[in-house]
Nanobody, 109 residues
Framework: QVQVVESGGGLVQPGGSLRLSCAVS????????RGWYRQIPGKQRELVAS?????TNFADSRFTFYNNDAQYLQMNNLTPEDTAVYYC??????????WGQGIQVTVSS
């Protein structure tokens, strides 16, 4: 069973930075796409950044997406509007789409 686990969230002051991590296990399938999404209460889940086919797409230039042993989202210059639950997603070569449980990021003074 595929497991996707986010970590690194928490409380940060406006202007601060956080790095979210996403660890994936339980699959032997090739990962064909990776993404970070977020959901603000009362709103739809939205794309933050995605990577597939060697291309990376960002919804916000303050964020950097990279992966080596795990998947990371570096978030800089955070504002209260970035407060949300952040989700990691991977898509595998068997058309599977797997989500983490989500992690809270709160930007507040």
């Amino acid at each position: 069973q595929v497991q996707v686990v986010e970590s690194g969230g928490g409380l940060v002051q406006p202007g601060g930075s956080l790095r979210l991590s996403c660890a994936v296990s339980g699959t032997t399938r090739r990962i064909v796409a990776r993404g970070w999404y977020r959901q603000i209460p009362g709103k739809q889940r939205e794309l933050v950044a995605s990577r597939s086919g060697g291309s990376t797409n960002f919804a916000d230039s303050r964020f950097t997406f990279y992966n080596n042993d795990a998947q990371y989202l570096q978030m800089n210059n955070l504002t209260p509007e970035d407060t949300a639950v952040y989700y990691c997603n991977i898509r595998t070569s068997d058309w599977g789409s797997h989500w983490g449980q989500g992690i809270q990021v709160t930007v507040s003074s």
